[in-house]
């Protein structure tokens, strides 16, 4: 089974909650952060301060880690796009990006175990759902608007 060095939440799925929880509850005096960008904010600083990349996701405090999980559940939870060649043998999906062991084992794993598994298919760009195929994981909110562009 699949089993990454440690559980942890990398610094810019941080920001990228953060980031989310700024442009839904916008500050209202331009000084003032609600109350998920406080919790998050101070994990991003201890991050930072120690020049960590990870945040470690047993430990993180109870309100970030809500805060977290709630951006979490609105990112796309599997990067399949419907061509899987690990059912034809090959080891890692040339659809995806996965190994066997991660189209096997995703449903068991955490939300930041499935994040390292995206960052790692993400950075290496190679993967079909990059390319050729970028159309199909796509998600509906990114689509251009009816009428628009060529």
């Not at 101070?42 to 301060?49: I, M, N």
């Not at 709630?70 to 690990?86: F, G, H, K, R, V």
């Amino acid at each position: 089974m699949l089993s990454p060095p440690m559980a942890g939440i990398h610094i810019t799925d941080i920001e990228s909650a953060i980031n989310h929880w700024r442009e839904r509850s916008p500050s209202p005096d331009g000084i003032t952060a609600c109350a998920e960008v406080r919790a998050l904010a101070e994990v991003y600083a201890l991050l930072v301060y120690y020049r960590e990349a990870y945040a470690d996701e047993a430990s993180m405090p109870p309100r970030a880690r809500a805060a977290w999980l709630a951006w979490y559940a609105t990112t796309p939870d599997a990067p399949c796009i419907a061509i899987c060649s690990t059912s034809q043998g090959d080891a890692v999906c040339k659809g995806c990006g996965r190994s066997f062991d991660e189209v096997q084992h995703w449903p068991s794993l955490s939300p930041a175990e499935k994040r390292i598994v995206w960052r790692r298919i993400t950075t290496e760009g190679t993967a079909w759902r990059f390319n050729r195929y970028a159309e199909r994981a796509r998600s509906p909110h990114d689509a251009a608007p009816p009428g628009a562009g060529a």
